[in-house]
Structures are given as C-alpha cells and as structure tokens.
C-alpha cells in the first residue's frame, strides 16, 4: 500500500521556519496593538435601569420603517456582537435598510443582581424597554428581534403581552432543547443546578466561556490560535481577531436566580414546547403568538443546532410563520460576509411587507 | 561518530527555541515607547496564556516532528511513522484534550490536593474521613462531623473528575484511531504537518463529540460538577463559621439582604401596579358615570325638544297657556321635577 504520509523533511523545516518568522513579525503588532473597538455606530442612550441601558440607532441613512424594531440580546456574551465592526455591523446594515433600530444592553450583573428571575428580566426589564419606545413612538406594538437566549425571552414575552408586539424575529434562537444533538443540554441534564447556583450564587463568566470551549476544545483552544499565526503580520486582519476574542471573553456573569430558572425550565425540563413553562406564574403558550414570526437559524450552530430552532414552526400559533436558514454557524449569522448580505436585508424585505 | 544530520537537527531545535523563548519574553514586555508601564502579568492574561499555550503546543509538536518521524524519508510503514509524530516527545500535544479541564477542573483539584496536603503537614495525618466516616463526640463534635464531610466530599470528587478525564482520554485514542482510518482512504494524501494536524483536529473533535454526547458523558460529566460544587459550599460553609467567629459579615448574610430587598422591589412594584390599576378603575369608573349622564343628559334634551314641538303644537291650538318650564331651562332633566310630574 502507499504511504499516506509523504512529508518531505525540507518542507517540515521550512514551514518551522515560516511559523517562526511570523511570530516575530506579529510579535511587534501583537505588543503595541491597543484593544480593538466596536464599530460603535452612533447612538442615544433612551432608557437605563439599574445595570440595563437602551440605545436608540442614530444616523446612517433615512429611517422608512414606520414601526422601530428592538434587539432583545441574550445575557451570556454582549450584545456588541451586532454592532461589532464597521463592515461587519448588522445594526448598521439593518440602518441602512431604512429599519429604525433600539437594543437592549443588559450590562454587567453583579451581586446585587443575584436574585433577579426570568419574571424580573421578561416582564420587568423587558416590558419596561418595550413601553419606552412604545411610547417614543406612540404605538400600541414595535416589532421584536430576539437573539439566541434573548429570542426564548422575546418568545415569552410576546405570548404574555401579545397586544405590544407587531411582529416577531427570532435569531438562533433555542426552542426545543431536547434535540438529540444539542450538546449543552445534553451536559447540563444531570446537574444539580440548584446546588449549582446555591454554591456560585452568580455564575462567573469565564466558567461559561469554559464550558463553551469545551464544546470543540481543540478547535477553539488550539486549533484557532495556529490559524491566528497565519495572520500576525496583517494588523487589519489581526485587529478584526482580537476584536473577536475581545466580544468572546468580555463577557457578563449571570445572574444565579434566572440562570437556575433557564436552565432548569429551559435546558432540563424543555418546558417551553411542553407547554408547561411559567413565568412569573403565568403560564406561557407559544400556540397564543399569532404575530407574523420569522425564524431565522444556522445551519452550523454548534451552540444552538438548527433543529432546536425549527420546532419553532410545530408550536408557534401564527399562521404568519416564516424560516430562514443560513449557511453558516452561530457567530457567522451576524460578522460574516454572507451574513452581511443577506440577513439584514430579509430582515428588512420581511417586516416591509407586515408595516 | 557525530551525526551531522542529527547535528543540525538538534542545532535547529536549540535556535528554534531560543527563538521561541525570546518571543514569549518579548511579548510580555510592555509596549515600545512607555518604559514606565507596568509589565504584562505573566498569569492572569487569559488569552495570552491561553494562546500561548496553544502555539507552544503546536510548536514543540512541530519540533519534535522534524527530529523524528518526519524528518525521515517517507516509509511504506506509515502507522509507525504516525506513532512517532503523535507519540513520545510530542505528548504535550497528546494530550491536548486532557488539557481541556485544566483551566477550571484542575483549579478545583490543586486546591483540594492543597488542601489536603496542608492538613498532613500540620499533624492531621489523613483528614478525618477520608478512610471513610468515623463517630465524633465532644466540645469540637461539630467540627469533626464537617472535616469528615469535607474529605468525603473531596474523595468523591477526585473519583469524579478522575472519571471524566478517563472519557477524554478515550476520546484521545479513538481520535487517533479515527485518524488512522482517514489516513487509510484511498487516495489520501498528507504532504505538510499543518495538513496532518488538520485531518488529526477533524478526527479529534468527532471522537469527542460522540463520547461527549453519549450518556455515560453526561453522567459522568454531571456528577464531576456536583461533587465540586459539594466540596466548595462545604468549604464556603467552614469558612463562613470562621467570619462569623471574626464578626466578618458572610457572603450568605449578605446574599440573605439581596434576596429580601429584590423580594420588596417585586412588591413595590406590584402595589405601583395595583394602585395605577385601581386609580385606572377610578378613572374608568368615573367616565362610565359621565357617559351615564351625559345620555341622560342627551335623552332629557330630546325629550324636552319634543315637549317643546308638542307645546308649540298646543299654544297655537290654545294661545294662553304657558309653555312648560323645563323646556326653557337647558340643563333641567326631564321627568326629575317633582312639580312637573304633578
């Protein structure tokens, strides 16, 4: 049989050498580099409560929507990752759509934030935003845009306030979480979250990261940063990386009491497609949401997988129900080039269409 | 005799390493231009640590490749040659996976084993109940029933974590194998390291996946996270006692006084609520009320405005009679006068 194998000791040498000669030239970059900004595309600060602040979009081309949209971002990670470099920007191009766009920024949970639930987070916090731009605008409904954990919120939300919703947008979103490959999930059933949370109290950020890197470790603590050589001697590449690791590792602790409610109702009992889930003790039924919804998912999200996004189809009440699936994973859907083209715009063409 | 290939070899390594070292040192010097700044911590900097031990990885695995296996011609006998290059010298890379848990899972056990080695050094011998739990008594009976807890609990939780890192290791060798396997398709061929590493991550990762989605994963995975958080409220609990002792204010305490202040947040809010919905009955009370009189009012009007057409009608029959007072009076409501009814 052939050898597979056919690495020829010179080139073994010389790409040594390579790796070598491109450490020392990222090294300079690397050292006198500052920390790389968000695309921080102008905006007002229009609403703030405790440790939460809305930013209201300004500029960037004439607003035609006649109804505002607002992001509802998850609590892990930030929601700068929508905003995160100039050309990678989807509140940009969302803007220059003509979308008139708010976002929530739920901030940095400290102690103090330890005993918030998911009833304080959807019907307070979130019901609280959603009237002030309700009331900036004098309308009855504002159409929602949900990410990931924040589009589960925003499901929630507009099944128990159904009059303050127009239409729906949900992101990456999870709504069975009993997929067979859903490997979060899979992990967390045989916790004892409330030992869990009755020791943390706040989980920490950097276990979440933890745990996310575990998901591909070798990919994402090794594999990445060998890939990142390649490009320490191109500063522009280079800044838009670190850009990434800063969004990935600046992330916020969470707070314990809604974390164990998430992961009990959500992650464990998958309650929100049983039909059985409460929030503050209202019962949510997502066959009430007749809103036109539109449920965009990646076809490579290894955090959220597709199928847990397309049962949203099964239970949802609307017959005003739209799927879009993207080809690419759950950071992709909103930094990558196709993303760029594509999602912003369906976005925009579905929500014209419903004005 | 000297090898002149080994020679240069060994030769490479050396530079290449110094190479290496002067870079990391480098990289943690602070930036041209401010000799005042602080240096960049060696510890504590996540993501340089954690990069750097990726390209370290890679880099001593690479190094290792070109003194070994690699830097051979190719063999027909690929499987040794694949032995080499993951094998040996290149462990550090072997065990990539195992390096999974260091950053969370190995803080926990250094500190137990910290723990633990404390305590044999200042006497204790064996924490007490570690050989399994044995009946306390006396003034310190409390204490011991903890110590024995905490041992225990630290027991079970380096059997746990023991077995978790037994499944990565799993994961590890049947990546190999997966490897292998791919190696071993026809028409497959690797020229390059980075090439190698590649299919290896691939094969790697989808070993791992389908252990850390099977349910002795899961298992094994939930009872590692429960029994250290075991360990550290029991440790929480012991240090709690001490501040207590020392009139130190707890984290429980202090969590205690979250708990009730976001409790009254709740309630004011709810009774901002209730209020705004009874003042909103109030007012909708009050408006039905209006609403009332105002058809009342409306009614009266048209009645009136009738009485009036049929006064009219009567005065031009009858001339001398006066035309009703209610009629001459806008705000009266008809069929309320006493007089009038009579």
């Known amino acids: ?355 | 005799m000297a090898d002149p290939a080994n020679d240069f070899i060994r030769d490479y390594q050396t530079l290449a390493q110094q190479s290496w070292d002067a870079w990391t040192r480098q990289f943690q010097q602070p930036p041209a231009g401010n000799p005042f700044a602080p240096p960049a911590p060696a510890v504590g900097n996540d993501t340089l640590e954690r990069t750097l031990a990726g390209l370290k990885g890679y880099f001593d695995w690479m190094q290792a490749a070109a003194a070994g296996g690699a830097a051979q011609q190719p063999t027909s006998d690929w499987r040794q040659q694949l032995q080499q290059l993951f094998g040996g010298a290149s462990q550090p890379f072997a065990q990539a996976f195992g390096a999974i848990d260091s950053a969370g899972a190995e803080g926990f056990v250094r500190q137990w084993q910290s723990w633990l080695q404390t305590a044999r050094h200042s006497g204790f011998g064996d924490l007490p109940g570690t050989q399994g739990p044995t009946p306390a008594f006396g003034l310190n009976r409390e204490q011991q029933m903890q110590q024995q807890a905490l041992a225990a609990a630290l027991m079970a939780s380096m059997q746990a974590t023991a077995r978790y890192q037994e499944l990565i290791q799993r994961a590890n060798t049947q990546g190999m194998q997966r490897l292998q396997a791919r190696l071993a398709e026809p028409g497959r061929q690797i020229d390059s390291l980075k090439g190698l590493y590649d299919l290896w991550v691939d094969a790697s990762e989808e070993a791992y996946a389908e252990i850390a989605l099977s349910d002795e994963f899961r298992e094994a995975y939930g009872e590692m996270v429960n029994t250290q958080m075991r360990v550290r409220q029991l440790q929480q609990r012991q240090t709690e006692q001490l501040c207590q002792q020392l009139g130190v204010p707890t984290r429980s305490e202090v969590s205690s006084l979250g708990e009730r202040l976001q409790t009254l947040r709740r309630e004011f809010r709810a009774s901002q609520a209730d209020a705004s919905a009874d003042h909103a009955d109030g007012i909708m009370a009050l408006r039905r009320e209006l609403a009332a009189l105002k058809r009342q009012l409306a009614d009266g009007q048209a009645a009136a405005s009738a009485a009036r057409k049929t006064t009219s009608a009567k005065s031009a029959v009858v001339p001398k009679k006066a035309p009703a007072k209610a009629a001459r009076k806008p705000n009266a409501v008809p069929g309320t006068s006493p007089r009038k009814r009579k």
């Open chain 1, 1 to 355: 049989m052939q050898t597979p194998l056919r690495i020829d000791p010179a080139k073994v040498l010389a790409d040594i050498a390579t790796f070598q000669r491109k450490l020392a030239a990222g090294m300079g970059y690397l050292r006198d580099m500052r920390e790389p900004e968000y695309a921080n595309t102008p905006r007002e600060l229009v609403y703030s409560e405790d440790k939460l602040k809305v930013w209201h979009f300004t500029g960037h081309g004439k607003t035609t929507a006649k109804v505002p949209l607002l992001i509802v971002y998850a609590l892990v990670n930030t929601v700068w990752m929508t905003d995160l470099q100039a050309d990678r920007s989807m509140v940009r191009n969302l803007l220059e759509q003509g979308e008139d766009v708010y976002l929530i920024d739920w901030g940095y949970p400290d102690g103090a934030d330890r005993w918030l639930t998911l009833d304080d987070y959807i019907n307070g916090y979130l019901d609280r935003c959603v009237d002030v731009v309700r009331e900036r605008h004098g309308l009855d409904a504002i159409n929602l845009l949900g990410i990931c954990q924040g589009g589960a919120f925003s499901l929630c939300y507009t099944a128990l306030h159904p009059d303050k919703v127009k239409n729906l947008i949900t992101m990456v979103t999870p709504v069975d979480f009993h997929t067979p490959d859903n490997m979060l999930s899979h992990w967390c059933r045989s916790m004892d979250v409330d030992l869990f949370v009755d020791t943390m109290g706040n989980i920490p950020a950097g276990l979440m990261n933890y745990v996310y890197l575990t998901l591909k470790p070798l990919r994402l603590n090794q594999q990445k940063y060998i890939g990142m050589v390649d490009i320490l001697d191109n500063p522009a590449e280079l800044e838009n990386f670190l850009r990434m690791e800063r969004w990935i590792f600046d992330s916020p602790d969470q707070a314990g009491e809604a974390f164990r409610q998430f992961i009990k109702d959500f992650y464990q009992g998958n309650k929100l497609v049983k039909g059985t889930l409460e929030i503050g003790s209202q019962p949510v039924d997502l066959g009430l949401i007749a809103q036109p919804v539109l449920n965009i998912f990646a076809e490579q999200d290894h955090l959220v997988p597709p199928d847990a996004s397309r049962a949203l189809g099964k239970h949802v009440g609307t017959t005003d129900y739209t799927q879009l699936a993207f080809k690419g994973g759950h950071i992709g859907i909103y930094v990558s080039g196709r993303a760029q083209r594509e999602v912003p715009p369906a976005i925009h063409q579905w929500l014209r269409q419903r004005a």
